[in-house]
Structure formats: C-alpha cells, structure tokens
Antibody
Framework: EVQLLESGGGMVQPGGSLRLSCGASGFTFPTFDISWVRQAPGKGLEWVSVITSGHNTYYLDSVKGRFTISRDNSQNTVYLQMNSLRAEDTAVYYC???????????WGQGTLVTVSS | QSVLTQPPSVSAAPGQMVTISCSGSYSNIGYNYISWYQQLPGTAPKLLIYQNDERPSGIPDRFSGSKSGTSATLGITGLQTGDEADYYCGTWDSSLYIWVFGGGTKLTVL
C-alpha cells in the first residue's frame, strides 16, 4: 500500500524558514515523481513544486528562489526547504506521488504551515 | 484566478445525476491527461479519475470522467449524501511548466 507521511510543519514568523519532509513507503520510490501541493485555509488547491525521478525540478513562480525541493532516494524521502516565508505561504502542504502521467497519484494527509507574527 | 475554470457550486437530489465541468486551454487540458479529486471536509484530496477517464481501484463506477478538446467533465450518478464534497480538476500545463487546478466545485446533495 502506498503511504506518504508529511512532517515538519508548524508556526514560523514572516521571513523565517521551515523544512518539510515527505516519507514514502509501499512503492518503488526512485521511479516516482513527487510533488508538493498546498491549500490555504478555505481556499483551493495550489501546486507548489515537483521533483521528477530524474531529479528535474519545477516551481510555482511565487516560490521560485525561496523554496527548494530535493530528494534522498536512499531514505525514500522528499524535502521542501522553505525560506523567506510569507503570510501567504500559510497552508496545509500535501505530498503527492505519481510514476507516470498515465498513472494514478497518491496523496499524503498533509502538514500545516502557519506564517504569522 | 485559476488556470482551469470550474463552476463554484452544483446541486442535485439524492439518486440523481450531476456533472461538473472543467475548462482550460490547449497547453493544459488539450495536451495532457486530466485528473479529478474529491475532498471531503477536513480531509486530504482523494483521486477519483486519472488519465481522463480511468478510475483507481476502489472508486465506484458511479464516478466517470470524459475529455473533449480543452474541456473535461466529471459525472456522478446515483448521488448520495456522502458525495457532498469539493471536487477539483487538475492537469499539467505544458506552457507554464506547472501543475494547474480548477478553483473547485462544491457539490450539495439536497
């Protein structure tokens, strides 16, 4: 069974940093693309970043230069390093896995990030 | 403003059928596969449809998906009160190089 477990969320002041982790099990982790998708309180889904099985990375414009996605295939874990956090980054962050564009994706339960003074 | 356009809300009676539309452009829906997600209150999104019209294991055939050109549709038949949720469409945008979602549609089963 595919399982994704996010951790590392919490409250941080504007301008601060957090590192989110997404631990995976139940599938061949190195062959999967892993994305982060966020949802601000009462709002819709917003994709943030993806790291492909080939380690290519893509970002939402509003987080470029502030967020960095990386993966450690030996630990079956993806990280999202978030720097220079802003109030508008407040959201639940979900980790999403998918092997190919024709494969079903799987979502974790999310971790809450709150940016507030 | 979302890249993909969905109606904010739809409603129907139990046992009836409802459709939810998702409109985009060539670079997203027109060129890539569409997925649909159900989000019950306070829970993570759940995949309902992938690759335009495929259901993951465990998703009942009351849920169906279709795509034509730059639009897609989610259909739900035999509505149940447990289907009350927010529904999102999503796909990759090959011009923007980002994954895009619709703004979400709130389904009310009257």
């Amino acid at each position: 069974e595919v399982q994704l477990l996010e951790s590392g969320g919490g409250m941080v002041q504007p301008g601060g940093s957090l590192r989110l982790s997404c631990g995976a099990s139940g599938f061949t982790f190195p062959t999967f693309d892993i994305s982060w998708v966020r949802q601000a309180p009462g709002k819709g889904l917003e994709w943030v970043s993806v790291i492909t099985s080939g380690h290519n990375t893509y970002y939402l414009d509003s987080v470029k230069g502030r967020f960095t996605i990386s993966r450690d295939n030996s630990q079956n874990t993806v990280y999202l390093q978030m720097n220079s956090l802003r109030a508008e980054d407040t959201a639940v962050y979900y980790c999403v896995s998918r092997e190919t564009p024709t494969s079903p994706d799987h979502w974790g339960q999310g971790t809450l990030v709150t940016v507030s003074s | 403003q979302s890249v993909l356009t969905q109606p904010p809300s739809v409603s129907a009676a139990p046992g009836q059928m409802v459709t939810i539309s998702c409109s985009g452009s060539y670079s997203n829906i027109g060129y890539n596969y569409i997925s649909w997600y159900q989000q019950l209150p306070g829970t993570a999104p759940k995949l309902l449809i992938y690759q335009n019209d495929e259901r993951p294991s465990g998703i009942p055939d009351r849920f169906s998906g279709s795509k034509s050109g730059t639009s897609a549709t989610l259909g739900i038949t035999g509505l149940q009160t447990g289907d009350e949720a927010d529904y999102y469409c999503g796909t990759w945008d090959s011009s923007l190089y980002i994954w895009v979602f619709g703004g979400g549609t709130k389904l009310t089963v009257l």
